[in-house]
T-cell receptor, first 112, second 111 residues
């Protein structure tokens, strides 16, 4: 039981490059989330998926897209990376939307 | 405007020196308040959920309490392994079932 896994752990991009952050959970949770964490600020919700087949915008969705590939996997895509997207990205999942869940280990992204 | 703040920003304690962390919130219609612990380089780990004023939850050396405007995380006789960043998050009517996180308190417990 690995919980929530994220790949990659670290990534450096140049401005304008694209990439996809991968997230998978093995707890049969319905809801999945993507957050970003910046120094001095709380975790901010980018996108969430309340259940398989649905996705919704969170607080800071601009510049990102998501795909809920199946119940286990939820990916986050940066189409054209910007330095403002330098951050640590966390994926999380929970049994139902609004319940406390499990976080992944994070992806540290730097955009030059 | 809905807001979650935490104080202090950082706290250094000697082993055994008890203290409290504060989470203040101004939100419309609190549904729940959550406490997490985050170790460096790792994701947050869930500790407690509180739903109504007067509620208390305990786990080992930690006790969380809730009033109508704030929550406290009391740490009794802390040990070095309690060193971490402690995050609170609120779930409020205006945000549906999503969470709004505070910036966290970085706790260091010195041996």
């Amino acid at each position: 039981n690995a919980g929530v896994t994220q790949t990659p752990k670290f990534q450096v991009l140049k401005t304008g490059q694209s990439m996809t952050l991968q997230c998978a959970q093995d707890m049969n949770h319905n809801s999945m989330y993507w957050y970003r964490q910046d120094p001095g600020m709380g975790l901010r919700l980018i996108y969430y998926s309340a259940s398989e087949g649905t996705t919704d915008k969170g607080e800071v969705p601009n510049g990102y897209n998501v795909s809920r590939l199946n119940k286990r996997e939820f990916s986050l895509r940066l189409e054209s990376a910007a330095p403002s997207q330098t951050s640590v990205y966390f994926c999380a999942s929970s049994e139902e939307r609004g319940t406390s869940g499990r976080f992944g280990p994070g992806t540290r992204l730097t955009v030059l | 405007e809905d807001q979650v703040t935490q104080s202090p920003e950082a706290l250094r304690l000697q082993e055994g020196e008890s203290s409290s962390l504060n989470c203040s919130y101004t939100v419309s219609g609190l549904r729940g308040l959550f406490w997490y612990r985050q170790d460096p380089g790792k994701g947050p780990e869930f500790l407690f959920t509180l739903y109504s004023a007067g509620e208390e939850k305990e786990k080992e050396r930690l006790k969380a309490t809730l009033t109508k405007k704030e929550s406290f995380l009391h740490i009794t006789a802390p040990k070095p392994e309690d060193s971490a960043t402690y995050l609170c998050a609120v779930q409020a009517r205006n945000y549906g079932q999503n969470f709004v996180f505070g910036p966290g308190t970085r706790l260091s417990v010195l041996p």
